[in-house]
């Protein structure tokens, strides 16, 4: 058994580089979806890890002001 479980919560957010040319994001991003799995493997790889949740802002980048409040 476990001595201690860290309960993983996870934030992904839109790479300004995964953006398309006219600023507006794809469905799912390349850059969210890559986030996403490489996360789940390392949280698999520890096993005194357990991913609790995923958050994401997919299509709002860091210089993207308007978003949905």
Known sequence: ???HVYFVAVYLRLS??????DGSAKSESNSISSQR???????????????FDIY???GYSGTNFARVR
């Open 1 to 3: 058994m476990k001595e």
């Open 56 to 58: 994401m802002d997919d």
């Open 16 to 21: 300004r580089d995964d953006e398309d040319i």
């Open 37 to 51: 799995e490489l996360i789940r493997s390392y949280v698999r790889e520890h096993e005194d890890m357990e991913l």
